[in-house]
C-alpha cells in the first residue's frame, strides 16, 4: 500500500472526503479523531499492513504523518 492509497483509507475511516489528508494535519485538529478512531486505525493497520501499532507509541502521534510512519508507510516530503 502506498502512501496515497493509505491516507484515501484514513480519509474514508475518518469519514472524510477523499484526498483531504496530507500527512501534515494535526490529530487534535481533526474533528473525528477520537478513541474510536484509533481503534479504527490500529485495525486498518493490521488488516490491510499485517502489522500490529503498540498503543504507548501511537498516543504520542501528534500529525497524520506520525501515523504515516508508525504503520511504515513513505511519509510526503
Known sequence: MNTTEFLLALDE???LD???LT???ALEDLENWDSLAVISF???VD???GLVV???KLVK???VADL???AGVAVPA
Open 13 to 15: 475511516m475518518l469519514e
Open 18 to 20: 477523499p484526498g483531504t
Open 23 to 25: 500527512g501534515a494535519e
Open 42 to 44: 490500529i485495525a486498518l
Open 47 to 49: 488488516e490491510k499492513l
Open 54 to 56: 503498540e498503543g504507548e
Open 61 to 63: 502521534a501528534k500529525t
Open 68 to 70: 504515516l510512519t508508525l
